[in-house]
């Protein structure tokens, strides 16, 4: 006999390579039962399947309230504040004029007004929309705006 065969013919493994080869397969099923609980597929300890972060795309509420009134040679717009978004940054104001739209503040401002100081003189639009922090903008809030016709100013020289 030449030590790997039994005398009944069957191969015989030595007692190094098979403690090896348990303890490789002991390896293989820690492995394997550690991948299936990470996976949520253990009946003993469940874990949740890994989350994917959550993207936010949902603006943020539109703006209410909004009118315009006639100040000294402004306009000054007023809207209601947000209380109803957490992730509120502020809002963007726009001037709504010969079929475009012009943006009035350059950051998002989170006050519930804004004054016109340079308002064209002539009817336009102005509108006001929410941002939050994710950089989702909410729907406009528009109004019309007519300036009121100034008072001619006569002067008489006597």
Same mark, same amino acid.
């Given at each position: 006999?030449?030590?790997?065969?039994?005398?009944?013919?069957?191969?015989?493994?030595?007692?190094?390579?098979?403690?090896?080869?348990?303890?490789?397969?002991?390896?293989?099923?820690?492995?394997?039962?550690?991948?299936?609980?990470?996976?949520?597929?253990?009946?003993?300890?469940?874990?949740?399947?890994?989350? @994917?972060?959550? #993207? =936010?795309?949902? +603006?943020?509420?539109? *703006?209410? %309230?909004?009118?315009?009134?006639?100040?000294?040679?402004?306009?000054?717009?007023?809207?209601?504040?947000?209380?109803?978004?957490?992730?509120?940054?502020?809002?963007?104001?726009?001037?709504?004029?010969?079929?475009?739209?012009?943006?009035?503040?350059?950051?998002?401002?989170?006050? @519930?007004?804004? #004054? =016109?100081?340079? +308002?064209?003189?002539? *009817?336009? %639009?102005?509108?006001?929309?929410?941002?939050?922090?994710?950089?989702?903008?909410?729907?406009?809030?528009?109004?019309?705006?007519?300036?009121?016709?100034?008072?001619?100013?006569?002067?008489?020289?006597?």
């Amino acid at each position: 006999m030449n030590g790997k065969q039994s005398r009944k013919g069957k191969s015989m493994i030595s007692r190094a390579a098979k403690q090896s080869l348990m303890m490789r397969a002991s390896v293989l099923m820690i492995l394997l039962a550690g991948t299936a609980m990470l996976a949520g597929c253990s009946d003993t300890d469940p874990i949740a399947a890994p989350l @994917s972060p959550t #993207v =936010d795309t949902a +603006p943020p509420s539109i *703006p209410t %309230g909004l009118s315009a009134a006639t100040g000294s040679r402004v306009v000054k717009l007023a809207w209601q504040p947000n209380t109803s978004d957490a992730d509120f940054v502020g809002f963007k104001v726009y001037r709504l004029a010969f079929d475009n739209q012009y943006l009035l503040t350059e950051q998002p401002i989170t006050d @519930s007004g804004w #004054v =016109d100081q340079q +308002p064209l003189g002539l *009817p336009c %639009g102005y509108a006001v929309s929410a941002i939050d922090e994710a950089g989702n903008e909410s729907a406009w809030s528009e109004v019309r705006y007519t300036p009121e016709p100034e008072e001619p100013q006569i002067d008489i020289q006597r």
